[in-house]
């Protein structure tokens, strides 16, 4: 999204608008963030307020997103703001941020909701003995940046309060495997409780160390990309000889996809008695070599696509010939479709002929000689 798209989405259900050094902050986060944070319902804790000034942010955590909707408080002038969090079924947090229109230079205060009764960042701070304080405590409403930095050391201090949670609980094969892979950079692990079926435990691992835009020559993305696996483990509450495999799932960041679709992706098994530790090498191994072919894959379309123009003609997009390149090409062969340019179905459309690929084809080749055959 980009950064005019966001602030033209700040727009609060009673139409009024965010007050103003609100507004800056959430707009700076929206254009800054390293995250694709998300803005969900704006509006004003005062009946016919001026401004408005609370609003739902969504942010990612665990590869689902932290939910932090609004909620006004029983006095809509009461107190500075909010924010208060609860982890829902599908492994989302849930609470308040609320500004006080009427007082918006004051630091937002931090309410949490029920199922997080344990999670209180500010006493985790005094507990370090490190003599760091929140940044609250040094709150600058003129800092546009000030909310972001909020949202940031709320989600860490979250990451490892859900750790401690995964930690404690009494499940002899979790207890092992967060042992041994909670100290890989960037992991995220949380707790997935629900009704009708066992608590579990997931995993979100990101898996290699590759800057994936410079596999990717000009490309667009705003945001790092990443693959990780998402691992969920059933907490059994019995001992058993041979436990059950995990859920095993890969999850990329979605503008990923028009490189390197992870769908396409075949996972390792997961054998009798194996752990994370185990399987994380050779599924990252196979992973990386993907990867590569793929970032290869991206020169040998490019110089394809350009072997077509002397034999089929320029430009080719008005050319009566479609071709589908595949994200594994050369490995896969394009599809061709055939489009009249004199003859048109009862819709007034173009007659198509069906997909098209039995012709003769061979990655080897080079792209010249892949056009002459077709």
């Not at 405590?137 to 401690?164: M, P, V």
Request: with cysteine; hydrophobic share 40%.
């Amino acid at each position: 999204m980009s950064p005019a798209a966001d602030t033209a989405a700040l727009a609060s259900t009673s139409g009024a608008p965010l007050a103003p050094l609100v507004a800056a902050q959430l707009n700076f986060v929206l254009s800054q963030a390293n995250l694709p944070i998300r803005v969900g319902q704006i509006w004003s804790g005062c009946r016919d307020g001026r401004y408005a000034d609370r609003f739902t942010l969504a942010i990612p955590f665990c590869l689902d997103y932290v939910y932090c909707n609004p909620s006004p408080p029983a006095d809509p002038l009461a107190g500075s703001n909010g924010l208060g969090f609860h982890v829902s079924d599908d492994s989302a947090i849930a609470g308040d941020f609320l500004y006080n229109a009427l007082s918006p230079k004051v630091a937002p205060d931090v309410v949490f909701g029920p199922d997080d009764e344990g999670f209180q960042p500010l006493v985790d701070f005094d507990e370090t003995g490190s003599g760091e304080k929140s940044c609250l405590a040094n709150w600058d409403c003129r800092d546009t940046g000030a909310l972001l930095s909020l949202i940031k050391e709320l989600r860490e201090f979250y990451i490892e309060y859900q750790k401690k949670r995964a930690a404690e609980v009494d499940d002899a094969r979790l207890k092992f495997e967060i042992s041994t892979v909670l100290s890989k950079e960037g992991i995220e692990v949380c707790m997935v409780s629900s009704n009708g079926r066992p608590d579990e435990v997931k995993f979100a691992v990101p898996l290699l160390d590759l800057d994936l835009a410079k596999l990717v020559p000009g490309c667009p993305w705003k945001l790092p990309q990443k693959i990780h696996l998402q691992a969920v483990f059933p907490i059994s509450r019995s001992y058993s000889s041979v436990p059950s495999a995990p859920r095993l799932k890969l999850v990329s960041t979605p503008d990923l996809k028009s490189f390197f679709s992870v769908d396409d992706v075949k996972l390792p098994p997961w054998l009798d008695g194996m752990c994370m530790a185990e399987y994380l090498p050779n599924l990252e191994e196979n992973l990386k070599i993907q990867v590569v072919e793929a970032s290869a894959s991206i020169g040998s379309r490019r110089r394809f696509i350009e072997a077509l123009a002397p034999t089929f003609g320029r430009p080719l997009e008005a050319d009566p010939v479609h071709f589908v390149i595949p994200l594994q090409f050369p490995k896969q062969q394009p599809v061709l479709t055939l489009e009249s340019s004199q003859h048109f179905n009862a819709q007034g459309l173009p007659i198509m002929s069906a997909p098209v690929n039995d012709y003769p084809w061979s990655p080897r080749w080079d792209p010249t000689e892949m056009v002459e055959r077709i």
